[in-house]
Structures are given as C-alpha cells and as structure tokens.
C-alpha cells in the first residue's frame, strides 16, 4: 500500500495470493480500481491503450493525468498489450466507457480466457441499444450469468486512491461468484458487499449520475440546499421506481450501490456529472460542457436510453425529464427542481401507494403488529 494518507490496518491480503486479474482501462477508476485490488493482494494487471500511459504506471508508478500526486503500489503491472493483460486473469475488470465497451469487448475476445469472469464498473448504458453493461457483456461475448458481475457504490476515484475509507456492492447472480468479486476488491480502505441483484446494482450506478446532474444544474443557477434535498430525495423515488421496473430489488436503491452512490455524487465537487451539469446550470452548452469536461460524464449520454425504457415500461420521471429539456434547451436551467412536476400533475401524495418503499413498510408494519398480538 502507498502512503497517500492515514494509513489502516492492513486486511485480507493472503486471501488472494496468486488470483490473477485484468483491469481494462486505465482512467480514474480503472487505475484506482487496479490499486484497490493491488492492496488487496491480487496479482494485477492494468490495460490502457495508451503506450505511455503504461510505460507511466509501470515505471514511475504514476498516473499524472488521473491522478495527480498519488503513488500507485510496486505490485502493479501496466499494459498496453490486450493478450498480455489477459493471460490467466481470472477475474477482468472493465472500467472504459460505456459508448465504448462493446468494440473494447470484441477486441480482447480472442485473448479471453474461456472461465474468466468478466465484471463491470462501469455506470452507463450503451445509447444505440438501451442495454445495461452486463447485457451488452452477454450479447457481445455470449456468456452465461454466472460470468458476468458488477461492483457499483459510493466511489469517487480520487479520494479512493487518497485510501479514505468507503464501501461498494459487488453482484452477480451466482453468488458464489460475487463472494470471489468481493473478496478479490477488499482492501483495508474498500469493504465490498455481496449481492445477487446485478440489476439494481448497475441501475443504481447509472440512475445517480443523471440525478446528479440535475443538482449540478440547480446549484450553477445558485439554489440552496431545500431545492438540492428535494432533488435527491424524490430522484431516489424515480431512481427506485425505475429500477424495480426493470427487474431490480428495491432494497438494493436503499444501499451502497443506491442511495450510497447518489449521496456521493450529488454532493461531491469532484463528481464530473455533478461539475458537468453545474456548467449547464451556468448557461454552457451542452456542446461547451463536453469540451471542457476532460473525463467522462456518463450522465448526459445516459438520458435519452434511460428516458425512452421509462417511457416503455409506463415509469413517470419528471427530474430525468426535466434534466433532458434542459440539455436538449428547451428549458431553462432555473425551471429544473421549483416544481418537479409537469404542467398536468395533480397534487398527489409523496408515495404512491403501490411504491415499493410503501410496500416495504406496509409489510414491516403489518409483521410488528402480527408479533404484538
Ligand atoms: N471516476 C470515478 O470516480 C468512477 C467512475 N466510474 C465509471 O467508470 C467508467 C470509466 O470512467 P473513468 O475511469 O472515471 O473515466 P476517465 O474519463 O477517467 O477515463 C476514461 C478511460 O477510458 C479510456 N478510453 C476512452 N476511449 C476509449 C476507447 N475507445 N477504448 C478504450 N478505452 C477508452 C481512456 O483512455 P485514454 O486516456 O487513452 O483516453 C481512459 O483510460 C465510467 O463508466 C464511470 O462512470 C465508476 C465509479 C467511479
Ligand atoms: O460514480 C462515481 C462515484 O461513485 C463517479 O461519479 P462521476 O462519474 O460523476 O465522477
């Protein structure tokens, strides 16, 4: 482990002697996932299509346009070989965007390892298709379930790689498998959760970015925080409605990968959605936001395929709806958040009957009542 900051008692390092894994992508977060797993005791190998990029890791032990001032561990070893990455990894991790993934996918097929799993960190969903990570994972490569996972959660890159303490959820429908995920990405400063609902993890993960555009744009227009607390308090109604709607559990919106992610990104100045959509709300284009944004903003591309499958499943999202006018300027950016509602909604209690949270509580309550009688 390197010594960006207060150091933590060291964990579970022996427990991944000799697993081999692959990181493709070596952004913010892949590089900080590849420390992650580093310092967990992995055996890691780091992909970045840049030469110099890996020439940077491997010798200098530095990402310097990622991650400025932070030391990367001696264990690490950099690529920009796809085969070399690959060879043995038991575990692959891809951290590139989303737009990308699935040519990235077919480029390293002939180099996977056939029992390999395949896991993804990324918080998008591909544009031309609507389908979540895992799917496009599926589609692409032809792999069954219990290969395919997801780690999602309150994971601002740099104040990770700074080793300050959080938490993630990883997934996979075979649970087994999410145990080996989990395991593998546990260091002292990154506890990893298990859970079988790859779903609502990866929903979690893309829902949260375009809430948090929605309170970049309300805090370049210069509202206080009751407009930012209405924003993320009925964006996690949307976000749960939305993702119980596509086959989610709704209990996985209440944790890490849910409501864990959206604290953190609604209320990080480093959250590239969160900065995007404050640009917006200071009147940039979206065009103009784009070139000044150096990083990936998932948020912006996610909109329009999160917005035609609510409209398909019959999901009413009035912040994604207002975020959308807003990008696309049919709306000013001051009239995102007052009312949160459209100009037909009739006034109607803050949970619907038949929300999953209501039922949730119903269900707690009615069991209290069954104990006490
Ligand atoms: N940063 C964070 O805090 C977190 C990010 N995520 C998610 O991780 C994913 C990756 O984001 P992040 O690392 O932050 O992004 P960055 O903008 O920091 O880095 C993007 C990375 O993707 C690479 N890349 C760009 N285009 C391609 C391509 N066509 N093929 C292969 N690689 C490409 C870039 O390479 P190059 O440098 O050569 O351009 C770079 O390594 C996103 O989905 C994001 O939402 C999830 C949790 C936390
Ligand atoms: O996913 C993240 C934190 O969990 C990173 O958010 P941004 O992509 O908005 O920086």
Request: hydrophobic share 40%.
């Amino acid at each position: 482990m390197s010594t960006n900051s207060i150091p933590v008692v060291r964990g579970n390092g022996t427990r991944n002697h000799g697993r081999k894994v692959a990181v493709i992508g070596s952004g913010s977060w892949g590089t900080t996932f590849a420390k992650v797993l580093t310092d967990a005791g992995c055996d890691v190998t780091i992909w970045a299509r840049r030469t110099e990029v890996a020439h940077e890791i491997q010798v200098a032990r530095r990402n310097t346009q990622y991650l400025p001032s932070i030391n990367l561990p001696k264990g690490l070893n950099a690529t920009s070989d796809l085969a070399v990455a690959l060879r043995g990894a038991q575990l692959v991790f891809l951290a590139v965007p989303s737009q990308t993934l699935r040519q990235n996918l077919l480029d390293l097929e002939p180099y996977l390892d056939r029992r390999s799993v395949l896991v993804s960190l990324v918080k998008g969903v591909e544009k031309t298709t609507t389908m979540r990570m895992s799917e496009v994972i599926a589609d692409t490569l032809d792999l069954p379930p219990e290969r395919i996972g997801s780690v999602s959660g309150p994971n601002i890159a740099l104040e990770i790689a700074k080793e300050q303490p959080t938490g993630a959820v990883a997934s996979c429908a075979d649970l087994s498998v999410a145990q080996e995920i989990a395991t593998a990405a546990s260091a002292p400063y990154f506890r990893t959760y298990v859970s079988t609902d790859v779903v609502g993890t990866e929903l979690g993960g893309v829902l949260k970015n375009l809430i948090a555009l929605a309170i970049g744009i309300v805090d370049g227009v210069g509202y206080g925080e009751n407009t930012k607390a209405a924003i993320i308090t009925r964006g996690l109604a949307e976000m749960t409605e939305f993702a119980v709607a596509s086959g989610a559990d709704p209990v996985t919106m209440s944790g890490l990968a849910g409501l864990g992610d959206l604290i953190a990104t609604c209320q990080s100045p480093l959250s590239r959605n969160n900065t995007a959509g404050r640009l917006i709300g200071q009147g940039y284009s979206q065009e103009e936001t784009r070139e000044q944004m150096q990083q990936v903003a998932e948020g912006i591309t996610s909109v329009p395929p999160v917005l035609e499958l609510a409209r398909e499943r019959g999901i009413v999202m009035p912040i994604v709806e207002q975020v959308q006018m807003v990008l696309s300027g049919t709306m000013a950016p001051a009239n995102l958040g007052p009312h949160l509602a459209t100009e037909d909604d009739v006034p109607r209690p803050e949970q619907r009957p038949d929300t999953p949270q209501e039922g949730r509580w119903r269900r707690l309550v009615n069991r209290m009542k069954g104990s006490a009688a």
